[in-house]
């Protein structure tokens, strides 16, 4: 068996490790914000007078749809290293990147602002940033199995 031959043996016996994501505070925000913001408008508009309580229970409805939505296009977040892709899951989207693609892996931001500081991937047609909660072991499979 020649080296190469060895070599994608080897990786695509490799099993898939998967990785959480964290939740960044833009995140936090809007799930906090949402209900918030459509919970104090409803209950003005029905305690205002007895005119606006149907637009009241109506921008309550409208408020408790979209926090709905906001969650099922939020959850569930994560990444799986696979021998030869990375898959992003990002609530009901997913994308599938195949390792041959990625030219960097590096944390993005100050050093001294760790919370903030994420994974920025260098592709060949651009960037994209991704927020797992181990960082530096996703960076260290990921550079292992992309060969970086």
């Known amino acids: 068996m020649s080296g190469i031959a060895k070599v994608l043996d080897v990786t695509k016996s490799m099993p898939p490790v998967t990785f959480q994501s964290r939740l960044g505070l833009e995140v936090v925000a809007q799930l906090v914000a949402l209900p918030?913001?459509?919970g104090?408008?409803?209950l003005v508009l029905i305690l205002l007078n007895?005119?606006?309580r149907p637009l009241g229970f109506v921008v309550a409805a409208v408020g408790a749809i979209l926090s709905s939505l906001f969650v099922l296009l939020t959850f569930p977040r994560g990444y799986v290293l696979t021998a030869d892709s990375l898959l992003i899951?990002?609530?009901v989207f997913?994308?599938?990147v195949s390792l041959a693609r990625i030219r960097s892996a590096v944390l993005s931001g100050d050093p001294n602002r760790d919370r903030?500081?994420?994974v920025r991937l260098t592709l060949d047609t651009g960037r994209r940033?991704?927020?797992p909660q181990h960082r530096g072991e996703f960076i260290r499979v990921l550079k292992e199995r992309a060969h970086l």
């Open 40 to 42: 104090s408008v409803s």
């Open 36 to 38: 918030i913001f459509f």
């Open 89 to 91: 899951r990002h609530g």
């Open 129 to 131: 940033l991704l927020n």
């Open 94 to 96: 997913r994308d599938r």
């Open 50 to 52: 007895h005119h606006t």
């Open 116 to 118: 903030l500081r994420k």
